[in-house]
Nanobody, 121 residues
């Protein structure tokens, strides 16, 4: 199957920077969308940023101009560079990917286990 593993979370002061990384492994035929979501207790998981296989990006309004998503297609990885962090950015961040395993036309969504990001002084 497919495994997504995030890394890079931690504690950072307001205004600081942090970089999250996610690696997808398994019998992957193709990766379409790769994305980062975040969730705080009691709230729905929300999209932070996504990137298509061709590099097209979409950002949440709350992180626009502060976060940058990128991907390395040959390595099946995605990264989220976060700067100007605010306490409101505190959440568990999840990597998400749309993966084709057996057919170029059938994609399924997979999630990583999440990594905690805490922004606090």
């Amino acid at each position: 199957q497919v495994q997504l593993v995030e890394s890079g979370g931690g504690l950072v002061q307001p205004g600081g920077s942090l970089r999250l990384s996610c690696a997808a492994s398994g019998n992957i035929l193709s990766l379409k969308i790769m994305a980062w979501y975040r969730q705080v207790p009691g709230k729905q998981r929300e999209l932070v940023a996504q990137i298509g296989s061709g590099g097209r990006t979409v950002y949440s309004n709350s992180v626009q101009d502060r976060f940058t998503i990128s991907r390395d297609n040959p390595k099946n990885t995605t990264s989220l560079q976060m700067s100007g962090l605010k306490p409101d950015d505190t959440a568990v961040y999840y990597c998400y990917a749309e993966v084709a395993l057996h057919s170029w036309s059938i994609y399924d969504g997979y999630w990583g286990p999440g990594t905690q990001v805490t922004v606090s002084s």
